[in-house]
């Protein structure tokens, strides 16, 4: 019993394991510490269940599908019992090649299917709509509409708006530089209107923090709060979250709702699906495909319309 509670050969492993993804893997640090989330979960769960294979840190496959059946028992979705199984090949892997174990109890699990899930977005409407919104004619007005607009002109993700900096933003070339998922760089159209409001913004920024001796603290970020700090993403999901509600009726809405709304606008407009992947920062087509659903029904409308062999209604 005492080695089970102590088994420090768990945290050893473990320990590691995140090393080694900080420093062997292109991996974003939110990425990481999801990874290392899933494995300590998966080391409670067997210590809780099977207490001498957590002495051990001996696993078999039965044990790994096991922890997959509980996971699911608590209503986790497909999506994250995926990113899970993910993690825990991902530590088979390193614990096969530091030969700690000799197989990957994990790698022969299959994958979850993925659920049919898209996520709401808003209508071209509700989104003109939501950016002519009575913004307050103050600091807080003027950023709040500077991250609406930068969120639906440009497609960010949560975490790319968040940490976004002053020299990320090229006014004179016309583009945004993005840190995106695994430390990836791309370039994202500046549009002159979104580039109207952000100069504006950050005018007024600079009077904020001269006005109230608060530039040491705010360093290089773009959106900060009142005490001159830069926004969590939290933070920025909140404020984001409180516009939307006035801006449509669907209550699903979310940050990223405005990135699906950038995606499948452009695409009812006649985007190029790849130029649409690039500036997403997709690395699989298959992935921006699935903001491709309304204009596949936009074709089809139109194909009934104009074409002599469809049916007419």
């Given at each position: 019993?005492?080695?089970?509670?102590?088994?420090?050969?768990?945290?050893?492993?473990?320990?590691?394991?995140?090393?080694?993804?900080?420093?062997?893997?292109?991996?974003?640090?939110?990425?990481?510490?999801?990874?290392?989330?899933?494995?300590?979960?998966?080391?409670?769960?067997?210590?809780?269940?099977?207490?001498?294979?957590?002495?051990?840190?001996?696993?078999?496959?039965?044990?790994?599908?096991?922890?997959?059946?509980?996971?699911?028992?608590?209503?986790?979705?497909?999506?994250?019992?995926?990113?899970?199984?993910?993690s825990?090949?991902?530590?088979?892997?390193?614990?096969?090649?530091?030969?700690?174990?000799?197989?990957?109890?994990?790698?022969?699990?299959?994958?979850?299917?993925?659920e049919?899930?898209?996520?709401?977005?808003?209508?071209?409407?509700?989104?003109?709509?939501?950016?002519?919104?009575?913004?307050?004619?103050?600091?807080?007005?003027?950023r709040d509409?500077?991250?609406?607009?930068?969120?639906?002109?440009?497609?960010?993700?949560?975490?790319?708006?968040?940490?976004?900096?002053?020299?990320?933003?090229?006014?004179?070339?016309?583009?945004?530089?993005?840190?995106?998922?695994?430390?990836?760089?791309?370039?994202?159209?500046?549009?002159?209107?979104?580039?109207?409001?952000?100069?504006?913004?950050?005018?007024?920024?600079?009077?904020?923090?001269?006005?109230?001796?608060?530039?040491?603290?705010?360093?290089?970020?773009?959106?900060?709060?009142?005490?001159g700090?830069?926004?969590?993403?939290?933070?920025?999901?909140?404020?984001?979250?409180s516009?939307?509600?006035?801006?449509?009726?669907?209550?699903?809405?979310?940050?990223?709702?405005?990135?699906?709304?950038?995606?499948?606008?452009?695409?009812?407009?006649?985007?190029?699906?790849?130029?649409?992947?690039?500036?997403?920062?997709?690395?699989?087509?298959?992935?921006?495909?699935?903001?491709?659903?309304t204009?596949?029904?936009?074709?089809i409308?139109?194909?009934?319309?104009?074409?002599?062999?469809?049916?007419?209604?």
């Amino acid at each position: 019993m005492g080695d089970m509670e102590k088994s420090p050969i768990w945290d050893k492993h473990l320990s590691l394991f995140e090393k080694h993804l900080s420093n062997s893997e292109s991996l974003a640090a939110n990425t990481v510490t999801a990874y290392m989330s899933d494995c300590k979960g998966f080391a409670s769960f067997i210590k809780k269940n099977h207490p001498d294979s957590y002495s051990s840190a001996k696993i078999s496959e039965m044990q790994a599908r096991l922890f997959l059946i509980d996971s699911k028992k608590k209503g986790l979705k497909q999506v994250s019992l995926a990113r899970k199984l993910d993690s825990l090949k991902k530590f088979g892997d390193f614990m096969v090649i530091s030969r700690k174990w000799r197989d990957n109890p994990f790698r022969t699990l299959p994958y979850p299917r993925p659920e049919h899930y898209r996520p709401e977005y808003l209508t071209p409407e509700e989104a003109y709509g939501m950016l002519l919104e009575d913004f307050r004619p103050d600091f807080i007005g003027s950023r709040d509409k500077a991250i609406l607009d930068t969120f639906y002109t440009c497609g960010l993700r949560l975490s790319e708006l968040s940490s976004m900096n002053i020299n990320d933003i090229q006014f004179r070339d016309h583009h945004i530089r993005v840190i995106g998922k695994g430390s990836k760089h791309r370039i994202v159209p500046l549009g002159p209107k979104n580039a109207g409001i952000l100069s504006g913004y950050l005018e007024r920024r600079q009077e904020k923090l001269n006005a109230e001796n608060l530039d040491s603290k705010s360093g290089k970020a773009i959106f900060i709060n009142n005490r001159g700090n830069r926004l969590t993403p939290r933070s920025i999901a909140r404020i984001v979250k409180s516009y939307l509600l006035k801006a449509s009726e669907k209550n699903r809405l979310s940050t990223h709702s405005l990135r699906h709304s950038f995606a499948t606008h452009l695409l009812e407009a006649g985007a190029n699906l790849r130029a649409v992947q690039q500036m997403l920062g997709h690395s699989s087509l298959k992935t921006t495909q699935k903001y491709a659903h309304t204009t596949t029904g936009r074709l089809i409308s139109i194909y009934k319309r104009a074409h002599p062999r469809a049916e007419k209604s």
